[in-house]
T-cell receptor
Framework: AQSVTQLGSHVSVSEGALVLLRCNYS??????LFWYVQYPNQGLQLLLK??????LVKGINGFEAEFKKSETSFHLTKPSAHMSDAAEYFC????????????FGQGTELSVKP | DAGVIQSPRHEVTEMGQEVTLRCKPI?????LFWYRQTMMRGLELLIY????????DSGMPEDRFSAKMPNASFSTLKIQPSEPRDSAVYFC???FGSGYSKQYFGPGTRLTVL
């Protein structure tokens, strides 16, 4: 069965610092990959997704992620953190031929210090 | 567009009672997903529909849970009888054209079973 591992349940950065949230997946066939963000007491919002093509994917709010097949990774980055980036971030995979069902990682809570 | 609408937003009930959660997907979307979020298990897909037909219900925990989608604009998730371990936030999400497309999440229903 496919799985997603997010390293670090909590990450804290200073405002203006680099944000790096790690995600690794287990799959013999590269799945579709997603990052979602959840603000307190809200549903999830899609940040970005990788299906095929360019391995560097740009999303909303200045986030981007790079698909590395050799490392089975899809880490999320943002060059400069903003206070409004504080939220929980979920990496997810969608296996081929399973209709788009999402398998989520455990989530990483991002705190941004002033 | 009003987005995905879920009701109620909060539900407190006693063990053994029947609970019905409701979801109205975004108009025109043909995929509907039900997720459950808990601290212990994270975000789990319970069931999803395509064109009102259940496609994968392998995530439904047990027979106490049932889901229906009588038409394109309405779905219910029912728990009967409810148990304290069912306490969680239940999210509904919808997407258009493919399950791999962006999923739009509702605000969730926070269920507490006493």
């Amino acid at each position: 069965a496919q799985s997603v591992t997010q390293l670090g349940s909590h990450v804290s950065v200073s405002e203006g610092a680099l944000v790096l949230l790690r995600c690794n997946y287990s799959s013999s066939v590269p799945p579709y990959l997603f990052w979602y963000v959840q603000y307190p007491n809200q549903g999830l919002q899609l940040l970005l997704k990788y299906t095929t093509g360019a391995t560097l994917v740009k999303g909303i709010n200045g986030f981007e992620a790079e698909f590395k097949k050799s490392e089975t990774s899809f880490h999320l980055t943002k060059p400069s953190a903003h206070m409004s980036d504080a939220a929980e971030y979920f990496c997810a995979v969608s296996p081929y031929n399973q209709g788009g069902k999402l398998i989520f990682g455990q989530g990483t809570e991002l705190s941004v210090k002033p | 567009d009003a987005g995905v609408i879920q009701s109620p937003r909060h539900e407190v009930t006693e063990m053994g009672q029947e609970v019905t959660l409701r979801c109205k997907p975004i108009s025109g979307h043909d995929y509907l997903f039900w997720y459950r979020q808990t601290m212990m298990r994270g975000l789990e897909l319970l069931i999803y529909f395509n064109n009102n037909v259940p496609i994968d219900d392998s995530g439904m925990p047990e027979d106490r849970f049932s889901a229906k989608m009588p038409n394109a604009s309405f779905s219910t998730l029912k728990i009967q009888p409810s148990e304290p371990r069912d306490s969680a936030v239940y999210f509904c999400a919808s997407s258009f054209g493919s399950g791999y497309s962006k999923q739009y999440f509702g605000p969730g229903t926070r269920l507490t079973v006493l």
